[in-house]
């Protein structure tokens, strides 16, 4: 059983907290008196922070700069492999007879992406534990609300961390996963879109994440980081407008990745087609190439996004 005694306020406002959210703490702890004093230049740090939960973010000077703490922060250049890390959770629930029944409610997240599909790909997203707070808030007066959180991943994580308050190693790997997940929390709220790890378990995969968001006009923007075992590391960005036309930019570190793309770009047009979408352009880099204007999930001036594409009828 799940408890969270709260309300909806704070349900939302906890995850921004710096006592409550590692990767906020870690972020600031790196500050220098500078940046700090920017970012408490008119309001306090807890009013800064629960202004990012308003439905429309204004980019202030102070947002800007909290973002720019998370994203080039040294301590999380390298904030690990969600994957391998709920896999080692596993591991080590698994040496403990007494924690057997805790695997199936951990284990129903790590699922190969071999089986990726549209609807699961929409459930991992939804279960990734990125949205518990927002779910919180909307199930507080209903009567299923312990059964609505058991699918979620970040509340069954902080549901174990409860019961094996005595094992410290498993405490170590539980605030490993859910500062990763604050993280992507975070970015989600500063960037107005939604960023999390990638949810699904891939043994090419060292390590990934996946952007998503709307913008005017319903026009929607994904951006795919992945760094591979093989292949190094890959980007992908997608603009998707008018309901079904898709354009797309792909860089990568190495060449023999982008000429493995270009050889089955034929079969990438046909499963397109097969959803019904139509993809207009795609533009293939090495990791030297220049792409202008740099396109990403992150900026705030969404004339950037549809710019750096090159659009062919």
């Avoid at 279960?127 to 069954?156: R, T, W, Y």
């Avoid at 190693?169 to 539980?174: A, D, L, P």
């Avoid at 797309?248 to 087609?273: C, P, Y």
């Amino acid at each position: 059983m799940i408890t969270l005694s709260t309300n909806a306020h704070n349900a939302k406002l906890s995850i921004l907290l710096p006592n409550t959210n590692k990767a906020l703490s870690d972020a600031l702890k790196q500050a220098s008196p500078e940046q700090l004093s920017q970012l408490k230049e008119g309001k306090d740090i807890k009013s800064v922070l629960a202004s990012l939960f308003h439905a429309k973010i204004d980019h202030t000077k102070s947002d800007t700069l909290l973002l720019d703490l998370l994203k080039n922060s040294a301590v999380f250049k390298n904030i690990g492999n969600f994957t391998q890390d709920l896999k080692s959770l596993l591991t080590t629930l698994k040496s403990d007879p007494a924690l057997t029944p805790k695997i199936e409610k951990i284990e129903q997240f790590l699922q190969p992406i071999t089986t990726v599909d549209t609807p699961t790909l929409k459930e991992k997203i939804n279960n990734s534990g990125v949205f518990m707070e927002s779910k919180i808030a909307a199930l507080l007066e209903k009567a299923d609300f312990d059964e609505s959180l058991h699918h979620d991943l970040k509340a069954q994580l902080l549901s174990l961390s409860e019961e094996v308050k005595d094992s410290p190693k498993i405490q170590e790997q539980i605030d490993q996963l859910t500062t990763q997940i604050d993280y992507q929390q975070l970015l989600s709220h500063l960037t107005n879109s939604t960023s999390l790890y990638l949810p699904f378990e891939w043994d090419q995969l060292k390590q990934g994440s996946l952007s998503i968001k709307k913008a005017k006009d319903n026009k929607s923007y994904c951006e795919i980081n992945l760094t591979l075992k093989e292949y190094g590391e890959m980007s992908l960005m997608m603009g998707l407008y008018d309901e079904n036309q898709l354009e797309m930019h792909i860089q990568t570190q190495k060449k023999d990745l982008k000429s493995l793309i270009q050889a089955h770009l034929g079969k990438l047009r046909e499963l397109l087609v097969e959803a019904g979408i139509t993809l207009r352009s795609i533009r293939i880099y090495d990791a030297n190439e220049k792409i202008i204007p740099k396109t990403n999930v992150y900026t705030s001036d969404e004339a950037n996004y549809s710019s750096g594409f090159e659009e062919r009828v």
